[in-house]
């Protein structure tokens, strides 16, 4: 592939100090490109404000809740983190060690999604920075090429399904909204239909993941098929690095899909990770689209135990194919299509790896010297000490070397 082969030949003719320095444009495209549209809905609430909404996939329509009151979102930052700014605060690694709690705790999330654990095969250091400067990310989500990957996504949904606006009141109610949605889906899994952004969860590690399934169908020969939708920019398939996190992400969905149709999922971890009260009435919205889709509950425990019932009787078959689907943006036309080989005990033991860090057992890592043309595209490169710091090794090596 062009792009390994160019990295491939940058690295046996230059030094690791001038690689960190390389101009972008000695780069293929095929490297250039790690704009990937966020996954507006993953996890819900989710780390961005702008996941506020979700789409429930009915027969008589869909719903959109939209979140009302003053809750905050579980993986936002607190009020207390947004308020600082890293920047001014001195050293981001001296800081972090001074604080002593595990990082899960220190952005205040309950939960990681799985664009958290894909996006940290790319750089973990990047997910990091983007936790604690989200203003820098949101900036990113704004931009065009970000936006036209929401709307294909959006066009995509809205084939198999409409939207429909429910006001939430509590995180209860936001939760009920992804589990309503979630007794509609497994109806038509079960009918042999398609679903699109189908919600998965479950702990893994001892932390509890959330995802969105872009779509689950049937093939030709009666087979499950889990599907991810990738767009992008250029006409071009992503780099190897890219196809990583891609691979690792769908590997992802399929553990937690699989835990959550054998019947894996328990209610106490849901609730206990989620901190959901189960006793929590619906607000009034919530309770009128339950009743309209044929579901008489009350309570969000309610609601959980008839999920997780219907989860573990549906007889949904476990997934056969991971298919990526790669889309050029400009006029959604396909790129190509990649089936991904689910192999458990790679994607088992790069979660233990990635889950580490959140569970405070070890520091965050950037990208090695062989992937430092990654920083090039980086929106932090210019405050990343993990890069400094491999600059400053660099050049060591250079001079120890020039002196011998
Ligand atoms: S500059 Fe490089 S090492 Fe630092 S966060 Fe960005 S990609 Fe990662």
Not at 108 to 131: F, I
Not at 153 to 166: G, N, W
Not at 216 to 244: D, F, I, M, V
Not at 336 to 344: K, N, Y
Request: proline residues 4%; hydrophobic residues 35%; glycine residues 6%.
């Amino acid at each position: 592939m062009m792009g390994t082969d160019l990295t491939g030949m940058v690295q046996r003719e230059l030094s690791d100090e001038e690689l960190l320095a390389l101009d972008l444009d000695l780069f293929p495209t095929d490297c250039v490109e790690f704009i990937e549209k966020p996954k507006p809905c993953e996890g819900g609430d989710g780390h961005t404000s702008s996941r506020t909404t979700e789409s429930c996939c009915t027969d008589q329509g869909t719903a959109e809740a939209t979140c009302s009151g003053n809750e905050q979102s579980p993986n936002q930052p607190t009020t207390s983190e947004q308020g600082s700014d890293p920047l001014c605060e001195g050293s981001g690694t001296k800081r972090r060690k001074q604080d002593g709690r595990i990082p899960l705790e220190r952005f205040g999330w309950k939960y990681l999604t799985v664009t958290d654990l894909s996006r940290q095969a790319w750089c973990e250091q990047q997910v990091v920075y983007g936790a604690e400067l989200p203003h820098i990310k949101e900036l990113r989500e704004d931009i065009p090429v970000v936006k036209a990957g929401s709307c294909l996504h959006l066009a995509r949904e809205l084939e198999v399904q409409d939207i429909v606006p429910i006001t939430v009141e509590s995180r209860e109610d936001k939760w009920a909204v992804k589990m309503l949605n979630l007794l509609s889906m497994i109806q038509f899994l079960q009918a042999g239909e398609r679903v699109r952004e189908f919600p998965v969860f479950e702990e893994l590690e001892g932390i509890f993941v959330v995802g969105v399934v872009d779509e689950l169908c049937y093939n030709s020969k009666g087979e499950l098929e889990l599907r991810e939708l990738k767009t992008r920019g250029n006409r071009t398939y992503p780099s190897a690095a890219q196809r990583k996190s891609h691979h690792l992400q769908v590997s992802i969905y399929k553990l937690l899909f699989e835990a959550m149709i054998k019947g894996q999922l328990k209610k106490d971890t849901i609730t206990h990770h989620l901190r959901l009260r189960t006793e929590q009435p619906f607000g009034s919205e919530v309770l009128a689209h339950a009743q309209s889709v044929g579901y008489t509950v009350s309570t969000f425990g309610d609601l959980l135990d008839l999920v997780l019932l219907n989860l573990t009787y549906a007889e949904i078959p476990t997934v056969d194919t991971l298919k990526i689907e790669y889309c050029y943006q400009a006029d959604a036309s396909v790129i190509g299509t990649e089936v991904v080989p689910f192999e458990e005990e790679w994607v088992k033991s790069e979660l233990r790896h990635y889950c580490s860090f959140w569970k405070g057992q070890r520091e965050a890592r950037g990208v090695d010297i062989e992937e430092a043309w990654k920083c090039r595209y980086c929106d932090f490169a210019d405050i990343c000490e993990w890069r400094q710091s491999k600059a400053e090794e660099a050049t060591r090596k250079n001079r120890a070397n020039q002196s011998k």
